[in-house]
């Protein structure tokens, strides 16, 4: 046990003598008194609350992971390229340990880093929050400084296969199939057709939705409420088009109802009083689409509509972002010490860059992704086309997506970051993942003839 | 010296290959060699022979291409047995960010030393290589020898039962060699086994009961060191003085024998001569030396300094050894006879005998039981000295000097 710690603070040692830790603590302390000036959002001070917390956590995410990246990979392929592996090599240390020790200094240096940073961010948030009116304190605390949790709407899954099903033999009988698709494409073309339409409310028409799962004790709590928080598109195009819409939310005796014109193709939120949760734990939706000038509203299928209900505070939702971020670094070290087990200090480096850009980029190359595979493996089953797709399924199922973890945007916008997401975190990121990479790393290591120089 | 062999090299060769896998080097062909327990056993060569690379591949930093080497009866890779190891590599390797304790410490813990001992091993090895006034300053702040110093200190730390040196004398200066012959001759006394890699072939002919000489990755010869130097065509009587009477009537005796009489003094080759003789030998036996070869001999570079008839102070001092040495051999345990060398070798220092220094190795190896008080400065004669009081006298003129200069 000792020379796993021997090696854990050797690396720590090296660390705070190279000062790389204490340079990126005064960067990120130093930008947040800058940010208030600086940033400009709706004006309120809610809105700047909300940019500072997003800035900072992101510029804390980004600067530790340069460092993680960093010190990581300067200290191992260091130690290959400076020979001081030989001292170490010839004590009674196995070689996972060396590697494991590594990892340990890097997450003590982590978790302490993470500490300092988060602390001060939470100072800065309450030094803003204390310098509002009452009325910016409330709209604050409401909106910020909480974590809600939310539901989506009730999917009758049954009726929906019913409703692909009928569309799917209605269409082989009128002989309406495309020829040059494969019937997966097709049923999943028809499938999205369909899910639109449930989404769909034409002109005079309502829909409704039904939310479940909602904790009643809130009826009780005065001074929470609901929010309701969706988006629209309709048929009119013009820019910043405003839509009248006019919800009904609740049933009987208790119903909350509210008419406004909201800017399409954004997200809105409307502030329910509890009271309207019915004694199942059940919230009634209801929206009328009275625009003319609007034509037909939609609802997206993707970023639907949600209620969301107080859960938890602030603070516990952000020391799980805190924690989420830890394991992402914790990734990131993982994975720079596998490459430092075969590769030299600047192809180790872009190697993980790499992974990393891949990793914050993913939500962004799984929207658009699949289209490429849509476009090269048109209507051809060909071997080429099974082997792009079974490739880009793999890869995305390897690369992590740091999205997942990152939640700034949970945080700032008052949203409960799960115990899901936590679990996931810890068991897929961390210990499969991050194990995987390390168990490589050992065996790669082990075979490894560090007596041969490196440039 | 027990018959157990601690290292044991069989047919081992080693070849470097490029990045397509085409053979690029082979620095060591068919090498057997073994150690026994107990000797200071020499591996002689010239730049580039292969010596190195044994001992990587001793340590497990380099694998065999072909061959087999086991240490301590297991093979080279074993973790466990590295536990009874003591290394030093060629140049010191040590991390420049730590400063002289925080680095042997750092040794220490990778041998899960306890704490306490582990510190006690520190201060003792820092006192026995005179670092202990600036065991506080950076290694990077540190000179070529002192870090030399460093790194033969944390080749002890753990008490070793091999002891792998390579060239431990370099970058030393002459105090400082000697110092490192001293603590290998009293490392051996305690049983220990001692590798021993150097260029310095007085350092060598003064240390290695047994060496084995590389030439281009391949053994041009090994045996013991006496063997290797006596000479076969002549034969030696040693006596007491002779008066020059009895010397006349020996040297007529002789004469009426019809026995060429070559000299009167000491018959014993110079380890120097010997090496640069096999070194020509294996040269001319082998063409190719598969590209690890030796640097081109210049004539006469070497052969002037065989010639001249005024031999050097360094080469006096060297016979002077040699012969005290081989005194040391035949009476290992008369303590006035190894005090007596002692003298010799430090001529400029006062009486104090090597027995000390015998004594602090003794004290570095036994501290198990860790001595109360470290830092108190208090004399108790009854005590044992805990340092070679003649060597660090002599250092400590020189880092107390630095010390003055900090100040
Ligand atoms: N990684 C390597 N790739 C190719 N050749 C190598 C490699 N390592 C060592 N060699 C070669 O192997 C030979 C032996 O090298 P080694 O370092 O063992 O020599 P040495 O006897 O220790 O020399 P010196 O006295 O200069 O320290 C040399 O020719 C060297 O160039
Ligand atoms: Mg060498």
């Known amino acids: ?455 | 010296m027990s018959e157990y062999n601690v290292i044991e090299i069989h047919n081992l060769s080693k070849i470097f290959y490029d990045f397509w896998g085409r053979a690029k080097v082979r620095a060591l062909d068919d090498l057997s060699f073994h150690v026994k327990q107990g000797e200071i056993f020499g591996l002689l060569g010239p730049n580039g022979s292969g010596k190195s690379t044994t001992i990587k591949i001793l340590l497990g930093l380099l694998f065999p291409t072909f061959g087999k080497v086991s240490v301590f009866g297991s093979p080279a890779r074993n973790v466990s047995h590295k536990q009874k190891i003591g290394f030093l590599p060629e140049e010191s390797y040590l991390y420049p960010y730590q400063n002289a304790e925080e680095a042997l410490t750092f040794y220490g813990r990778l041998f899960n030393l306890p704490h306490k001992v582990c510190q006690q091993r520190v201060d003792n090895l820092l006192e026995m290589v005179g670092l202990t006034r600036v065991r506080k300053r950076l290694l990077k702040e540190y000179s070529k020898g002192m870090a030399r110093r460093i790194g033969i200190a944390q080749a002890l730390i753990n008490d070793p039962q091999l002891i792998i040196l390579d060239e431990p004398t370099s970058g030393l200066d002459p105090i400082g060699t000697r110092e490192i012959k001293d603590v290998i001759l009293q490392l051996k006394e305690h049983g220990k086994t001692v590798l021993l890699c150097s260029h310095l072939l007085a350092d060598v002919e003064d240390l290695c009961d047994r060496v084995t000489i590389l030439y281009g990755g391949k053994q041009a010869c090994e045996g013991q060191i006496g063997e290797l130097l006596s000479n076969q065509e002549v034969t030696q009587v040693v006596s007491e003085r002779l008066p020059s009477d009895k010397l006349e009537k020996l040297k007529d005796w002789f004469e009426k024998e019809n026995i060429a009489l070559h000299s009167v003094g000491n018959p014993t080759e110079r380890l120097e001569s010997f090496f640069l003789k096999t070194i020509e030998k294996a040269r001319n036996e082998q063409k190719d030396a598969h590209g690890a070869d030796a640097g081109r001999r210049v004539e006469g570079l070497f052969t002037d300094v065989e010639k001249t008839p005024e031999k050097d102070v360094g080469a006096k001092v060297l016979d002077s050894l040699v012969k005290k040495k081989e005194t040391r051999e035949s009476e290992e345990d008369n303590k006035e006879e190894s005090e007596e060398i002692k003298s010799a070798n430090q001529a400029d220092t006062s009486s104090k005998g090597s027995s000390e220094g015998t004594k602090v190795i003794a004290n570095l190896l036994k501290i198990e039981k860790p001595v109360p008080e470290v830092g108190k400065k208090e004399k108790d004669p009854s005590e044992p000295p805990k340092n070679n009081e003649v060597l660090s006298k002599l250092l400590k003129k020189n880092s107390g000097d630095e010390e003055e200069n900090e100040k």
Request: glycine residues 6%; contains cysteine; hydrophobic residues 45%.
């Open chain 1, 1 to 455: 046990m000792r020379d796993l710690t021997a090696i854990s603070h050797k690396i720590v040692q090296e660390a705070v003598r190279m000062r790389t830790p204490v340079v990126l603590l005064i960067f990120v302390i130093g930008m947040i008194p800058l940010m208030p000036f600086v940033l400009r959002d709706d004006g309120t001070l809610r809105g700047q609350l909300q940019l500072i917390l997003n800035y900072s956590v992101i510029l804390t995410v980004t600067l530790l992971s340069l460092q993680s990246i960093y010190l990581t990979i300067h200290s191992f392929t260091g130690e290959i390229k400076y020979k001081h592996f030989f001292l170490i090599d010839a004590k009674p240390v196995a070689r996972w340990k060396f590697l494991v020790g590594k990892f340990l200094g890097l997450a003590w240096i982590n978790l302490v880093s993470l500490t300092i940073l988060g602390t001060v961010i939470l100072v800065a948030l309450y030094l803003g929050y204390s310098q509002g009116s009452a009325s910016e304190k409330k709209q604050i605390r409401h909106e910020l400084l909480t974590s809600y949790r939310g539901v989506k709407p009730y999917f009758d899954e049954e009726r929906f296969q019913k409703l692909v099903e009928a569309e799917y033999k209605s269409m082989t009988e009128e002989n309406r199939l495309a020829q040059d698709k494969t019937v997966l494409q097709i049923r999943g073309e028809i499938r999205l057709r369909t899910r639109q339409q449930m989404n769909m409310v034409p002109l005079s028409f309502q829909r409704r939705w039904l939310f479940q799962g909602i904790p009643t004790y809130l009826r009780k709590m005065e001074s929470s409420y609901l929010k309701l928080r969706y988006k629209t598109y309709c048929s009119n195009m013009s820019y910043q088009f405003q839509c009248n819409e006019k919800w009904d939310i609740g049933s009987g005796g208790s119903v909350y109802s509210e008419s406004n014109a909201r800017t399409v193709n954004e997200f809105h939120e409307i502030i329910i009083p509890v009271s309207v949760i019915e004694d199942d734990g059940s919230v009634i939706v209801a929206f009328t689409n009275y625009d003319e000038a609007a034509g037909i509203v939609y609802f997206p299928v993707e970023d639907g509509m949600e209620v969301l209900y107080p859960q938890n505070n602030f603070l516990s939702n952000f020391l799980k972002a805190f924690f989420l971020l830890f394991l992402v670094l914790s990734f990131l070290v993982f994975l720079a010490l596998f490459a430092s087990t075969f590769l030299t200090f600047p192809i180790a480096i872009l190697f993980v860059m790499y992974f990393l850009v891949l990793g914050m980029l993913a939500d962004f190359l799984l929207e658009f992704a699949p289209l490429g595979a849509e476009i090269l493996t048109k209507n051809k089953d060909t071997l080429w086309s099974i082997f792009y797709q079974k490739t880009l399924s793999v890869a995305f199922g390897v690369f992590p997506n740091f999205s997942e973890y990152v939640l700034t945007g949970h945080l700032s916008n008052g949203r409960l970051i799960e115990w899901s997401s936590i679990a996931k975190g810890t068991f897929i990121l961390f210990l499969f993942k991050g194990g995987l990479l390390i168990l490589f790393g050992c065996f790669i290591f082990n075979r490894r003839e560090v007596g041969k120089p490196t440039l």
